[in-house]
C-alpha cells in the first residue's frame, strides 16, 4: 500500500520535472551573476525549455505551463504583465499543431526550426513590447540575445535530454 | 494506455476541441493581462509584488554562493598584485585624508554660516541596506529585486544608492521585497544638474548603458567629464547626489552620461528614505498634504 502510494509519488513527480525545471531556468536567468552585461544578455532559457519539452514530451508541457512560465518571467522580470505568456504560448501551440514534423527528425532539422522560433517570438515580443511600452529595445543586445539563445540550444538540448533519459525513460 | 474502439474515434477530436479551446482562453488571458497591465491596474503591481515576496528566498539561497564564488574569484585575483593595490591605497589614503580635512573645515564653516543665517537644519533621513536578489535586464526594463520590504521600511519613492552612486529608485514595494528601477529604465525620469554650473537638466534612461541628458538649460553645453548630480526638483531626489559624468556630446545620440554605479556589479543597495515624499505617480499622497486636512 505504502509502496503503491511511494511508486505513484515518484511518478507524479517525475512528470513534474519538465515544468519545474522551465520555473527553476527562469529564476537562474534573473540571478545576478559577476558576469558583465549577464541580465541584459540572458539566453531565454523559457524559450529553450518551453521548445525543447514540447518537442519531446508534450504530454507533459501543457498549455497552461508554457502559460504560467511565461507569467513567471513576467512577473520576475518586470516585463509587460502576460506578454512572456502571450509569446510561449504561441510557441507552444505552433509545435503542438507541427508535432508530426519533429517526430525522428535529426537534430539540426530541430535547431533549425527552433531558430526560426526564437526569431519568430523575438518578433512577436518586439511588436507587442512596442504596442505596450512605446519604445523599443537597442538593437545589437536584443540581436545578441537572439543570437545567444539560438546559439546555445544544442547546450540546453544535451542538459535537458540527460534529465530527461535519467528522470523520464520508460514513462 | 492505448485505447481502442469507437470511444477513441469519438474522444480524439473532443480532445483537440477541449486543446484548441484551453489554448484560445489562455490567449484571451494573457491579452486581458496586458491591457490591465497597461492600464496600471494595481492589482497587476500587487500580483507581481506577491510573487516577488514568495520567490526572493529563493532567489537568495541561488545569489548568496553566485556572490560568493565572485567574492573568492575577486580575492585571488586580488592577491595577485596585492602590492601594487596596496601602493595605490596608500596614495589614495594620503589624499583622502586631505580630503577629510577640507570636508571637516568646510562643515564647520557651513555650520557656521548656517546659524548666522538661521537657515532651516536639513531633515535626517533612515535607510536600510538590502542584497540585490535578481537582477531583470530585459529588453523592456532595467531594474532589480531587492531582500528589502515594507516590513524594513522601504517604501515607494525612495531613494537606492550604490556605494558609487545613485542607482535608481523604489517603484514597487512587497512585505520583504521591491522592485528598484534603475537609472536606465525608460520609466526613470531623473531631475539633475551639471555640478560646476548648475545648470539643470532630465536624465532619461532608454534601456541602454548611458542615459541621456535631456531639457537642458538652453544655451547649456556640458563638457566631456563633466559631474552630474541630482537637482532635488521634483521633489523625488534630495539635490547633490552623484549622478555620472558626461561622456558623449555629439549632436547624434545627444549628452551621454555614464552612471557612477556599475550596473554589473552591485551585489547590495542602500534604500535611503530622504523625506522626499516620494512624489510618484500612483504612490499615495505625501504625508503633509494628510496632515492639513
Do not use: C
Not at chain 2, 494573457?30 to 532567489?59: H, N, Q, S, Y
Not at chain 2, 515594507?150 to 556605494?163: E, I, Y
Not at chain 2, 534603475?182 to 537638466?201: C, F, G, K, Q, Y
Not at chain 2, 535631456?214 to 534630495?238: C, E, K, N, W, Y
Amino acid at each position: 500500500m505504502v509502496v503503491a502510494a511511494l511508486a505513484q509519488l515518484d511518478r507524479a513527480l517525475k512528470r513534474a520535472l519538465p515544468l519545474a525545471l522551465a520555473f527553476f531556468v527562469v529564476l537562474l536567468s534573473v540571478v545576478p551573476m559577476p558576469v558583465p552585461e549577464y541580465a541584459v544578455l540572458a539566453p531565454s532559457f523559457a524559450l529553450m525549455s518551453v521548445f525543447y519539452w514540447t518537442v519531446h514530451r508534450p504530454d507533459l508541457f501543457p498549455a497552461w505551463g508554457a502559460f504560467a512560465v511565461g507569467l513567471f518571467d513576467d512577473m520576475l522580470t518586470g516585463a509587460p504583465l502576460g506578454l512572456g505568456a502571450f509569446v510561449l504560448l504561441l510557441v507552444q501551440f505552433s509545435i503542438v499543431a507541427q508535432h508530426k514534423v519533429f517526430r525522428g527528425k535529426a537534430f539540426w532539422l530541430v535547431w533549425a526550426a527552433f531558430a526560426i522560433v526564437a526569431v519568430s517570438a523575438q518578433i512577436v515580443t518586439l511588436v507587442f513590447g512596442f504596442a505596450l511600452k512605446g519604445a523599443l529595445p537597442a538593437a545589437l543586445p536584443a540581436a545578441t540575445q537572439l543570437a545567444l539563445t539560438i546559439a546555445l540550444y544544442p547546450v540546453a538540448t544535451a542538459v535537458f535530454g540527460r534529465l530527461q533519459r535519467f528522470f523520464l525513460a520508460g514513462s | 494506455m492505448k485505447r481502442t474502439g469507437p470511444m477513441l474515434k469519438i474522444a480524439a477530436p473532443m480532445r483537440v476541441l477541449a486543446q484548441r479551446a484551453a489554448f484560445l482562453g489562455l490567449l484571451g488571458g494573457a491579452v486581458g493581462l496586458m491591457v490591465l497591465g497597461k492600464a496600471e491596474a494595481p492589482f497587476v503591481e500587487r500580483a507581481r509584488m506577491l510573487v516577488a515576496d514568495a520567490v526572493v528566498p529563493v532567489l537568495d539561497g541561488i545569489a548568496r554562493p553566485v556572490q560568493t564564488a565572485a567574492q573568492i574569484a575577486d580575492n585571488v585575483r586580488g592577491l595577485m598584485d596585492v602590492n601594487a593595490e596596496n601602493a595605490r591605497l596608500r596614495a589614495q589614503n594620503a589624499m583622502l585624508l586631505h580630503w577629510q580635512q577640507v570636508a571637516r573645515n568646510l562643515e564647520a564653516e557651513n555650520r557656521a554660516l548656517r546659524e548666522t543665517v538661521h537657515a532651516a537644519t536639513e531633515a535626517s533621513f533612515t535607510y536600510v541596506t538590502a542584497r540585490v536578489v535578481a537582477d531583470a535586464g530585459g529588453a523592456f526594463v532595467r531594474s532589480v529585486l531587492i531582500a528589502a520590504g515594507l516590513r524594513d521600511g522601504v517604501a515607494k519613492g525612495h531613494t537606492a544608492m550604490s556605494p558609487n552612486g545613485l542607482a535608481g529608485r523604489v517603484g514597487e514595494v512587497g512585505e520583504r521585497s521591491a522592485r528598484v528601477l534603475l537609472l536606465t529604465d525608460l520609466n526613470s525620469h531623473v531631475p539633475v544638474m551639471i555640478e560646476s554650473t548648475r545648470d539643470r537638466a532630465i536624465l532619461d534612461g532608454d534601456n541602454t548603458d548611458l542615459p541621456r541628458l535631456v531639457f537642458l538649460a538652453s544655451g547649456s553645453r556640458p563638457q566631456l567629464g563633466d559631474r552630474i548630480v541630482t537637482s532635488g526638483h521634483g521633489g523625488v531626489f534630495p539635490p547633490g547626489l552623484p549622478v555620472g559624468v558626461v561622456v558623449q556630446t555629439g549632436e547624434q545620440g545627444g549628452v551621454r552620461v555614464k552612471p557612477f554605479v556599475d550596473f554589473h556589479r552591485i551585489d547590495y543597495l542602500r534604500v535611503v528614505d530622504y523625506g522626499t515624499g516620494g512624489t510618484l505617480p500612483l504612490a499615495a499622497p505625501p504625508p503633509q498634504i494628510k496632515r492639513l486636512r
